[in-house]
């Protein structure tokens, strides 16, 4: 059996409070970069469902900048490591690493001949590195400033100059190459964020936490003025040329992002963001037509001159590690939740991704069904379960006012489609919800690690941390215990097949094991494990044939019922990161989502 990634739908940036965040453009305009945790995601500026992602750094990386011949990208990492590799090929061949400073990189600037680079950030020696890019030589040094850069830019034409932005509030000019300080500007009073050349070279624009943008000459590094007095209230964390260089785009800790005439020194447009804190703008990027900003919250904005209130797009997801997964009854639509209690509903058949608006958890999600009405029912670590409804047909849900308390911490959840029966495992007891109130609890003298329910036998199967399934029947509201299933190590899912025929369990000790529901026997005398790590969730195919398995050793692995012997190994599902949940949207087609906070979608065809 062959297996194909379909889709997938790229994680957001991870953003941090006060901390800048760097964009990187394609010079042909036609995709964009940033990064979250250990990966670099490219994604498609026009498309943006279209995504490839980068995981081959050991450790988190801060930036990543597309060479001006767009043939490579070099990605910098919180070890200070640079990575210099190929865009041509699907598998991205490294071309150089390099180890230019002895601490996290902060930003990278190539030479207009893709031949030198230069890395700033917090080196333990130096703060910033000038090098060949084929060899790694020196050419010069980056000194004169006494506290971490935050921004470098190369001039884009000769003679190249270098300029940098720093902690101690100046910005510092190099000459060369070989690259020597020539001199530091001191107009700044707070850090200076950004520093970036116009198009030609002939002007250079810095930004800082003061508010102030200031423009001084490409070739000689005088003062021009200052763009607006001041050109923000809070800090500025970015700015980006326009395509011909008489325009600046700018995004500020003050919620907004302007756009400025850099003849006049004015502004020309104010986009107001929001006024809650996730909408302080991080980052922005003038890339062709787009412009582009980031929100604190991770969500990037495409930004509309003609309706400055209003970004024309805006692309949702997720930046924190993914914790569950759930699909709503038509297939249509995927529901995934991340342990900051973001809620992101996927059109699968676009790849748009929104967020459920309302009252959430603010904390991690650990069980999450969707019901045929189109809500969406959600527990987390606040001890509630709440629930979302969607304000018109086919919109996306929007959380209640109202919670159920739950007593203590839900394990997991499950959902009977037609009676509206809700039943939760938590720390301490299990609990029977209908509709929006509690009707029963059975105290559990184990810790329940997961739950199922099959509505057609009303058998509901509890996973427990005390290596057993345990079994009980639902008779409407009361639950009664039944059988006991031995595992070799903590069961960590439990699901029944839609048939009602078969029960699935996984466990830490990495095994699958397939049981008969009749009388709870082994179901084939073959145990299921290729996994190398604990197994954290399985899924079932509509049709009850095949079984879907995803591990703590990333790898995603398809079960036959009819032929136990087989299966298919999708290794390195989710690079570098563990699956966190599965699911069927046909008998062909599986979603995974994992703690590198990407949803993808694979194309697993029967044999």
Request: hydrophobic content about 35%; some cysteine; aromatic content about 8%.
């Amino acid at each position: 059996m062959s297996y194909s990634n379909k889709y997938t739908w790229a994680a957001l940036p991870r953003t941090q409070r006060g901390t800048p965040l760097v964009l990187g453009g394609d010079p042909k305009g036609r995709t964009f970069l940033y990064t979250n945790g250990n990966s670099v995601i490219i994604r498609d500026i026009e498309n943006p469902a279209i995504a490839d992602i980068y995981t081959e750094h050991s450790c988190q990386v801060n930036v990543a900048k597309y060479s001006p011949s767009g043939f490579y990208i070099a990605s910098g990492d919180a070890s200070g490591k640079v990575r210099i590799w190929d865009t041509v090929n699907k598998e991205h061949i490294l071309k150089n690493e390099f180890q230019p400073i002895g601490g996290p990189i902060k930003d990278i600037a190539w030479s207009a001949d893709n031949q030198r680079m230069v890395v700033v950030g917090e080196g333990r020696e130096r703060f910033g590195h000038v090098f060949m890019s084929e060899t790694g030589t020196s050419v010069g040094e980056i000194s004169g400033q006494s506290k971490p850069i935050n921004s470098v830019d190369f001039r884009p034409t000769r003679p190249f100059r270098i300029v940098t932005a720093s902690e101690d509030n100046t910005i510092a000019v190099f000459e060369g190459p070989p690259f020597k300080f020539r001199c530091t500007k001191q107009e700044h009073t707070r850090f200076a964020q950004a520093v970036r050349y116009n198009p030609d070279g002939s002007l250079f624009a810095s930004a800082g936490f003061d508010g102030k943008i200031y423009l001084y000459d490409g070739a000689t590094s005088e003062l021009r003025g200052e763009i607006g007095s001041p050109a923000h209230k809070g800090g500025v964390y970015g700015i980006s040329w326009s395509p011909d260089g008489t325009q600046l785009l700018s995004c500020s800790g003050d919620k907004t992002c302007a756009i400025w005439d850099v003849e006049t020194m004015q502004r020309t447009t104010l986009f107001n963001m929001g006024t809650a804190v996730e909408n302080q703008q991080v980052s922005c990027l003038w890339q062709g037509k787009h412009l582009l900003s980031v929100s604190l919250s991770g969500v990037i904005n495409y930004l509309d001159v003609n309706n400055p209130d209003t970004p024309w797009q805006v692309l949702m997801g997720h930046n924190k590690p993914i914790t569950c997964l759930a699909l709503h009854p038509d297939r249509h639509t995927v529901y995934t939740a991340s342990h900051d209690g973001c809620v992101t509903s996927w059109n699968v058949s676009t790849g748009e991704g929104r967020h459920i608006l309302g009252q959430g958890h603010g904390n991690q999600v650990n069980g999450m069904r969707a019901t045929k009405d189109g809500s969406l029912l959600t527990c987390g670590i606040d001890d509630s379960l709440r629930r979302g409804k969607p304000q018109a047909e086919g919109e996306v849900p929007t959380y209640t006012a109202e919670s159920v308390p739950l007593g203590s911490q839900p394990r997991g959840m499950d959902y009977i489609l037609d009676d509206d029966t809700t039943i939760i495992a938590t720390v301490k007891e299990l609990l029977v919800i209908i509709g929006d109130s509690k009707q029963s609890s059975l105290p559990l003298k184990f810790e329940p690690t997961c739950v199922a329910i099959d509505p057609k036998s009303r058998h509901v199967a509890v996973g427990g941390a005390d290596n057993k399934v345990h079994l009980f029947t639902l008779d409407v509201r009361t639950l009664t215990s039944g059988v006991e299933l031995e595992h070799l190590g903590a069961v960590t899912d439990v699901r029944f097949s839609p048939d009602s025929q078969y029960l699935v369990a996984c466990d830490a000790n990495r095994k699958l094991i397939l049981y008969s529901t009749e009388d709870y026997k082994l179901a084939h005398n073959k145990e299921w494990g290729f996994h190398t790590a604990r197994v954290n969730c399985v899924a079932w195919s509509p049709d009850s044939k095949r079984i879907a398995s995803g591990s703590l050793d990333t790898s995603i692995i398809i079960w036959s019922v009819d032929a136990p012997a087989k299966h298919t190994i999708i290794k390195n599902a989710h690079p570098q990161s563990q699956i966190t949940g599965l699911a069927w949207l046909d008998d062909e087609s599986v979603v995974s989502v994992g703690q590198d906070a990407n949803t993808r979608v694979w194309t697993v065809p029967k044999a």
